[in-house]
């Protein structure tokens, strides 16, 4: 459950959602709020039949460490964070996360046609569908500043 006037990240490990954590935590120190870093997974039986109940809950907590090293690795001092590790389509734990969250946080991997081809799949679908404003972060910003976000400060939102 999201705190009301969290800023809400959702991340899956990559670089790009990294760098959404990053900006995610720039902006709450700014403003005062909490990060609520939200980390979705799926497992499809179908893929590996008879496996035990054992191999989902291994999947489940190998989310929780990634998550929770991902946390240790950015400088958070003066700001919460929270996570959450929810099995369930990123599209929609993302939704349900930022529901009164007062800012969603998306990387952008930039993979697929069209729009997605900007943002990626998880984010186009989030514009459309979010109850609050959404900021997304880049894959060029990965490129362009792998080492510029120590002592960021985020802009305006536009």
Not at 36 to 49: F, I, M, N, Q, R
Request: with cysteine.
């Amino acid at each position: 459950m999201t705190s009301k006037g969290a800023i809400v990240v959702g991340v899956d490990g990559s670089p790009v959602s990294a760098a959404a954590l990053r900006w995610a935590v720039a902006e709450a120190k700014a403003t005062g709020r909490a990060v609520e870093a939200v980390t979705a997974w799926t497992y499809t039986p179908a893929l590996d039949p008879g496996a035990p109940e054992s191999t989902v809950t291994e999947i489940a907590a190998a989310h929780r460490r990634a998550l929770d090293e991902l946390i240790d690795s950015v400088p958070h001092d003066e700001v919460t964070i929270r996570t959450q590790v929810v099995e369930g389509d990123a599209r929609e734990v993302v939704l349900a996360a930022a529901n009164d969250a007062s800012l969603l946080v998306l990387g952008s991997h930039g993979h697929g046609l069209l729009m997605h081809a900007l943002v990626g799949s998880v984010s186009a679908h989030c514009l459309r569908h979010a109850t609050c404003p959404v900021v997304i972060v880049p894959a060029q910003v990965i490129n362009e500043h792998a080492s510029a976000t120590a002592g960021y400060t985020p802009g305006p939102i536009l």
